[in-house]
Nanobody
Framework: QVQLVESGGGLVQAGGSLRLSCAASGFTFSRYAMGWFRQAPGKEREFVAISWSGGTIYYADSVKGRFTISRDNAKNTVYLQMNSLKPEDTAVYYC????????????????????WGQGTQVTVSS
């Protein structure tokens, strides 16, 4: 049974940092792209960052240079280090697993991710 459990959210002042973790189980972690998405109040969920099984990393323009995605295949965990946080980063953050093992190309399309965690709230105060 695939499970994704996020942790690390919280309240932080603008300019601060948080590190999110997503512990995965129930599948061969190294074979799948893992992504972080977020949903702000009143907005649609949006892509944040992807760690592709082939090693490629891809970021949304809004977080490039501030956020870093990484993965530890030995621990079945994907991380999102968030620095220089802004109030507009306030959202529920979700990790997700690609529907396809070893997808040849990176995808940021939400519907290509079939398993989702419960989400963790990140609130950035101004």
């Amino acid at each position: 049974q695939v499970q994704l459990v996020e942790s690390g959210g919280g309240l932080v002042q603008a300019g601060g940092s948080l590190r999110l973790s997503c512990a995965a189980s129930g599948f061969t972690f190294s074979r799948y792209a893992m992504g972080w998405f977020r949903q702000a109040p009143g907005k649609e969920r949006e892509f944040v960052a992807i760690s592709w099984s082939g090693g490629t990393i891809y970021y949304a323009d809004s977080v490039k240079g501030r956020f870093t995605i990484s993965r530890d295949n030995a621990k079945n965990t994907v991380y999102l280090q968030m620095n220089s946080l802004k109030p507009e980063d306030t959202a529920v953050y979700y990790c997700a697993r690609d529907r396809v093992s070893g997808r040849p190309e990176v995808t940021t399309t939400e519907s290509d991710y079939s398993y989702w965690g419960q989400g963790t709230q990140v609130t950035v105060s101004s």
